[in-house]
């Protein structure tokens, strides 16, 4: 089961690019990296999901290097509505098991 | 539009009272799961089934059990709630027929208040 650290808070303006790593050193062969938003009440929204290299979508980027031990979640020009807990999750393909959440990174965006 | 939905969105009972978490989804997922959340945590997952298959997480008290009728439909029993049971309870779901097969889809949870 790879475990997974993140930083716990984070601080940013709006309009700047965020960017938010989380390790997975002993991540697997057949695993794959996912993040997640959570806002205060609410369940945990998909971002977006990568195995290797760079993922995008209309909300965010996802990078990881070559040896996938850690990821990057880029957000491109915060705004204060993307202030919220952003969990990474890494788990393997084809199982449902192991879906362990990891402690999270709280965004607030200042204006 | 398909989604995940959790009933009632709050939920008061009373120490030692049984109650009954419900959790339904229009989009026919074969996993479904339920986690734990307490304040300022993360989710912590309890258990989940595969179709019918019940999987319980090894640390999952025995005071919750859970029960899915069918493919739309599961339950989070909680048999004599403590006051440390009190917290957002989220249910998911996600396919194995994706292609990749990772996505969770999450429901809007149940706060659970214990007097």
């Known amino acids: 089961l790879a475990k997974t650290t993140q930083p716990i808070s984070m601080d940013s303006y709006e309009g700047q690019e965020v960017n938010i790593t989380c390790s997975h050193n002993?991540?697997?062969?057949?695993?794959?990296i996912t993040w997640y938003q959570q806002f205060p009440s609410q369940g945990p929204r998909f971002i977006i999901q990568g195995y290797k290299t760079k993922v995008t979508n209309e909300v965010a980027s996802l990078f990881i290097p070559a040896d996938r031990k850690s990821s990057t979640l880029s957000l491109p020009r915060v705004s204060l509505s993307d202030t919220a807990v952003y969990y990474c999750?890494?788990?393997?393909?084809?199982?449902?098991?192991?879906?362990?959440f990891g402690s999270g990174t709280q965004l607030t965006v200042l204006p | 539009d398909a989604m995940v939905i959790q009933n009632p969105r709050y939920q008061v009972t009373q120490f030692g009272k049984p109650v009954t978490l419900s959790c339904s989804q229009t989009l026919n997922h074969n996993v479904m799961y339920w986690y734990q959340q307490k304040s300022s945590q993360a989710p912590k997952l309890l258990f989940h089934?595969?179709?019918?298959?019940?999987?319980n997480e090894a640390d999952t008290p025995d005071n919750f059990q859970s029960r899915r009728p069918n493919t739309s439909f599961c339950f989070l029993d909680i048999r004599s709630p403590g006051l440390g049971d009190a917290a957002m309870y989220l249910c998911a779901t996600r396919s194995f027929l994706q292609v990749s097969g990772e996505t969770q889809y999450f429901g809007p949870g149940t706060r659970l208040l214990v007097l």
């Open positions: 999750l890494v788990a393997p393909s084809g199982s449902a098991r192991q879906l362990t």
């Open positions: 002993n991540i697997a062969t057949n695993d794959y």
């Open positions: 089934y595969y179709d019918k298959d019940f999987n």
